[in-house]
């Protein structure tokens, strides 16, 4: 388990791909009767030679496709993916410019992705992580996230926790606004970034510092 409500499932691909950091892939299952089922999960893990790939699924109780993983799957099903899939929400690869990532709830999953290929290829690209959760147990890859923030360079992390206080001083304790973007943008080192932007649903107003950014924006359904 990673939090109440979600769980990474661990895939050894028969056919190993190559993917990027960002990318999906569809998961399709079949009923007996034929009915089938499809939904789009990230890859959480970072590309490597490696034939597993870690998808982190949250239990939806009006899914379809969550539900059985979470309450009937068993080690060794044979489960049917495709992909590697999309082609404009990905890790940028070496650039002068600092990268900048905005999620929320299951939406880290892709930028979790994206941090620890950063880590495995040793680019020099600063990077800021934006997370939204409800609370500090909600947050996704939390242990983790503050192990690279202790040991990774040019990585920052912001939490922002919606149903209770902060824990940490760095943190916040409200929804992300304009504000606490440009916040967080001025730890970056480099003031040029990228803005990787996923699952936030509606922007809020508010006054906040004038940043240069490139953004893409990324979003699932239910």
Known sequence: MRTSTIKSFFFRLTEPFDYRAGQHVDVRL???????????????????????????????????V?????????????IELRGPLG????????????????????????????????KASGE??????????????????????????????????ALALTREPAVRGSDFSR????????DVAAR???????LRVECLRRHRGGRGARVRAEIQFERYGA
């Open 87 to 118: 082609g404009h929400f990905l890790w940028p690869g070496p650039t002068e410019k600092s990268v900048l990532l905005i999620g929320a709830g299951s939406g880290v999953v892709p930028l979790m992705a994206m941090i620890r290929y950063r």
């Open 30 to 64: 079949t009923a007996p009767d034929g009915y089938t089922a499809m939904r789009s999960y990230s890859i959480a893990s970072a590309p490597s030679e490696s034939d597993v790939i870690e998808l982190a699924i949250e239990c939806l109780t009006d899914g379809e």
């Open 188 to 194: 970056l080192s480099r003031r040029h970034f990228r």
């Open 66 to 78: 969550s539900p059985f993983f979470h309450d009937v799957a068993q080690v060794g099903d044979t």
């Open 124 to 157: 020099p690209v600063p990077v800021a992580l934006l997370l939204s959760s409800k609370t500090w147990g909600d947050v996704l890859f939390r242990d983790e996230l503050l192990q690279l923030e202790r040991s990774l360079p040019d990585f920052a992390l």
């Open 175 to 182: 929804r992300i606004d304009a504000a606490m973007v440009a």
